[in-house]
């Protein structure tokens, strides 16, 4: 009678999952399956006569490359430094929120509006703000801080430095936010008996706060992670759609749509597929961990 009941519920569970994966396979895995395909092919609207398959051709060009290690290297560090940092800065945002004091909601609004703003707006003011376009004093020093980054780390190096400051700064508030929401779902008792054993605020936040979070810092790093992947939009603005300094996104859409380059652009930006997969598989499990499952 009980597996019988249980099979019932195992149909009614694919049954209502069927409109979610109907629409995954028309969103996603059409998509992801064209470009996979192109990238084993020659396809290119400025070549002569008809697509060839060329197999993992342009896989191995790519990989022979130095340019497309250099470019993985600095998208690599692009996220690596903007996870670091949007985390970093998410959990204080969080652990200041998360105590009352008088103006909390005026500071909360305050962390919470670069996400909130449109990030069209929000590129071109921090676009002047670091390249001020009216000759002042402040423009001057800009100016002089530019020329000593782009000296000492090579050309580019300020842009970089730009369009990373910008995600971390848009990128923490809304971890900051999802922070919160973590510590304010810790039940408040677990405080009260954290503070019978110990009079230090880092030890109950070691001991405590940290553990019970790890699930939501995962997620924020889980996020971020592929935030910072597809981040084409904000750099693409803060360059003016040139290759200033070289991240797979950009460099495949200039291959793709300037260069007519379809098959390696496609190549190109599933190059770096297992990696990420990878990294969202360890992400995931730190998130929804075998212990969560058997409890």
């Known amino acids: 009678m009980r597996r019988t009941q ?24 059409y998509p992801v399956g064209w470009e996979v395909w192109t ?16 197999g993992l051709q342009n896989y191995s060009q ?15 560090v692009y996220a690596v430094v903007t996870i670091a940092a949007k985390l970093a800065l998410g959990l204080g945002f969080a652990l200041l929120l998360a105590r009352p ?24 003011g921090w676009y002047w703000t670091l ?12 100016g002089h801080v530019k020329y000593s980054v782009d000296s000492a780390f090579g050309g580019g190096a300020w842009v970089f430095v730009s369009a990373t400051l910008f995600n971390i700064w848009r990128g923490s508030s ?4 999802l922070l919160l929401a973590g510590i304010n779902g810790i039940p408040p008792e677990l405080f009260e008996y954290a503070l019978l054993e110990t009079k230090s605020p880092w030890q109950r936040f070691r001991m405590v706060t940290m553990p019970l979070l790890k699930p939501f810092l995962a997620l924020g790093a889980f996020l971020s992670l592929t935030s910072a992947f597809s981040d084409i939009a904000n750099v693409w603005m803060l360059t003016a759609g040139r290759i200033v300094f070289p991240v797979l996104g950009t460099q495949a859409y200039w291959l793709a749509i300037n ?6 652009a496609s190549a190109l930006s599933l190059l770096l597929v297992p990696f990420l ?9 730190l998130f929804d961990s075998p212990e969560r499952e058997a409890a």
């Open 174 to 177: 809304f971890i900051g936010v």
């Open 277 to 285: 997969l990878g990294a969202l598989l360890l992400l995931f499990r």
């Open 6 to 29: 249980r099979q019932r519920d195992i149909r009614t569970a694919y049954l209502l999952l069927s409109p979610a994966v109907l629409l995954l396979l028309t969103v996603l895995a």
């Open 39 to 54: 990238s084993l092919t020659s396809l290119s609207p400025l070549q002569e006569g008809a697509t060839a398959f060329v």
């Open 131 to 142: 390249n001020p376009p009216i000759p002042t004093a402040y423009a001057a020093f800009m």
């Open 259 to 264: 260069g007519g380059q379809f098959g390696p």
């Open 62 to 76: 790519h990989l022979e490359d130095p340019q497309f290690w250099r470019t993985a290297a600095v998208t690599v």
């Open 101 to 124: 004091f008088r103006g909390r909601t005026l500071v909360f609004l305050a962390i919470f509006l670069p996400w909130a703003y449109p990030a069209s707006v929000s590129v071109m």
